[in-house]
């Protein structure tokens, strides 16, 4: 089940994640409130889009028997374009990590997608951020990475994509 500082207002999508960041469940309904049914005990990785407030990512643990709660904070958040550029170089598999200036994470992403650079085609997310300092990690399985951090100023316009390339 999940509890928030504030409910958002406008729609809401969640899944959970595995270490591996694969999907295991959608979030649902449960009690009138938004939460999993059943999930069997282990280590999870909850991430949740809510309109108007910044994307969240948050680990949880379950333990037989128990009922877990988590209590979310919500913070305002835009919508940016994150892509990346790879030179040329085809890949298979992006994971990207995304953390705030405290070191929370934010994002993780496994994107299984085979990529042709002649296609024209770069890898881009679209992620609601709230104003702040991030740091970004991303790697293919071909051995592209990239090591970064960037800001999100409180004036940015929301049509400026941010891009990053990985060597």
């Known amino acids: 089940m999940l509890a928030f500082d504030l409910y958002p207002s406008g729609g809401m999508s969640g899944r959970v994640l595995d270490a591996g960041l694969g999907q295991v469940a959608v979030l649902e309904l449960v009690d009138g409130r938004p939460g999993v049914s059943a999930l069997p005990p282990g280590e999870w990785l909850l991430d949740l889009e809510a309109e108007g407030t910044g994307r969240i990512s948050a680990p949880f643990s379950i333990r037989p028997g128990e009922r877990t709660e988590l209590r979310l904070p919500t913070v305002p958040g ?28 934010v994002l993780a992403r496994r994107i ?4 042709w650079p002649m296609g024209g085609r770069r890898p881009t997310l679209l992620v609601s951020l709230p104003v702040g300092t991030f740091a970004l990690e991303a790697e293919t399985d071909t051995g592209l990475r990239l090591r970064t951090s960037f800001d999100v100023p409180a004036l940015l316009p929301q049509e400026s994509a941010l891009e990053f390339e990985l060597r």
């Open 78 to 105: 835009v919508e940016r374009s994150l892509t990346f550029r790879l030179n040329g170089s085809e890949w298979n598999e992006l994971r990207v990590e995304l953390c705030d200036s405290r070191g929370g994470r």
């Open 112 to 115: 299984l997608q085979r990529y």
